[in-house]
């Protein structure tokens, strides 16, 4: 198609045939976004099903990307016993993409998420683009530690 393309997006929902699909296995839900000239693709495969959406870029009112920071602690181990090792901020968003018709809801993971808003700072989209950053950073919780976590 030679369209510009993204990293991995989650599907959340708005796209009645991706939900179909979503339903289809427990394995993850990534789609892809492409940048055409007329307008964007999102692209969804998984497993052997494949199915895309053409958005044209007159029907994109808004894309809505809302940020947010999440503290989290790298784990080791130390004589068999783990421990909580020193805090890094990690960040992830979600994003919805407000159509004339309807809303599609997307997800950027910690792991995508510099090279996703890379991509969602591209001249074509970046005007109906808005980014917003949470405040408030989130505490990652990790159950499987208790109480050998150090404080």
Known sequence: MGGVGSSKFIYESGVDGFDQLKEVTTASNYVSLDLHKEGLAIRFKKQNDFKA??????DIEEIKVISQRIRVFRMYMESFMRYRGRPKIVHQANIDVLLLTGTIK?????????????????STIKGRSKFILLPEIIEELTPEIGWLARS
């Open 53 to 58: 959406c053409l958005l044209r870029y007159d």
């Open 106 to 122: 997307l997800k950027l993971q910690p792991t995508y998420y510099n090279t996703g808003i890379d991509f969602m700072k591209k």
